[in-house]
Nanobody, 121 residues
Framework: VQLQASGGGLVQPGGSLRVSCAAS????????IGWFRQAPGKEREWISC????????RYADAVKGRFTISRDNAGNMVDLQMNSLKPEDTAVYYC???????????????WGQGTLVTVSS
């Protein structure tokens, strides 16, 4: 099982960016995927999750209304569309898998390398 986040970069405050999580060796029909981020000097933070078949989505209060998570099971991808970005969104973004959309980061596994998102003018 391998999850790989990509799509990070430098964006100005108020801008948008889309990061993607590519999954291999795993069937997304039966797996929830979560997005997390870790800013320098801070703990890893749960920010969003999408369930398997029902496509239920959940968001942390810090990103609700600005970020949208979606999945493409045929392509084995889960995307996170980030709008109205703020400097405090700057972090390394990771995706990971779980049996359901838990809020507990420790219940997720198969962490891949993250992708850096920098929001700065």
């Amino acid at each position: 099982v391998q999850l790989q986040a990509s799509g990070g970069g430098l964006v100005q405050p108020g801008g948008s960016l889309r990061v993607s999580c590519a999954a291999s060796g795993i069937n997304l029909d039966y797996t929830a995927i979560g997005w997390f981020r870790q800013a320098p000097g801070k703990e890893r933070e749960w920010i969003s999750c999408i369930s398997s078949r029902q496509n239920l989505t959940r968001y942390a209060d810090a990103v609700k209304g600005r970020f949208t998570i979606s999945r493409d099971n045929a392509g084995n991808m889960v995307d996170l569309q980030m709008n109205s970005l703020k400097p405090e969104d700057t972090a390394v973004y990771y995706c990971a898998a779980a049996g359901a959309c838990y809020y507990n980061t420790n219940l997720f596994a198969d962490w891949g390398q993250g992708t850096l998102v920098t929001v700065s003018s």
